[in-house]
């Protein structure tokens, strides 16, 4: 699994050839290289798969880790939220509709659903965290 680093120097070989934008496979890539919560989360959900770069089911498999930021994020560490966050504003305008899709419903939207289900309210405490892309993109998210 890559890190942070490993993860920025894989992408120029993924980016769409007609666009230069990022994949949805990098940005799932780098949002979990974002956090060392993420990234033991994804080691955990990779042990289910015999062969998890042709397997890989992006949208199931972010439900972990999402659930664990959340996790972490109760127990007073904004840290891997406030990556989460960095890395989604750093990215979002350089991906393409795959990815941008991926970054509303699979991690916005999961990350909404678990909040809730732990009993956060998600507009205090996220909303503190956002920059600006991520808040219109939340917002998005909220009004469906």
Not at 59 to 72: A, F, G, H, R, S
Not at 101 to 128: P, V
């Amino acid at each position: 699994m890559p890190n942070f680093s490993q993860a920025l120097q894989l992408i120029p070989s993924r980016m769409n050839d007609q666009t230069h934008l990022l994949d949805q496979k990098s940005i799932f890539d780098l949002l979990i290289a974002s956090s060392n919560c993420f990234n033991e989360s994804m080691k955990e959900v990779r042990k289910d798969y015999d062969n998890y770069e042709i397997e890989r089911l992006d949208y199931i498999d972010i439900v972990e880790p999402v659930k664990n930021l959340v996790t972490e994020f109760e127990k007073g560490n904004e840290e891997p939220v406030r990556n989460l966050f960095k890395t989604i504003e750093r990215n979002f305008q350089n991906c393409d509709q795959n990815a941008s899709n991926f970054i509303q419903s699979g991690i916005l939207e999961t990350l909404q659903n678990a909040t809730s289900t732990a009993g956060l309210d998600l507009r205090t405490c996220y909303k503190m965290l956002m920059n600006q892309n991520v808040l219109r993109i939340w917002n998005r998210v909220l009004q469906g």
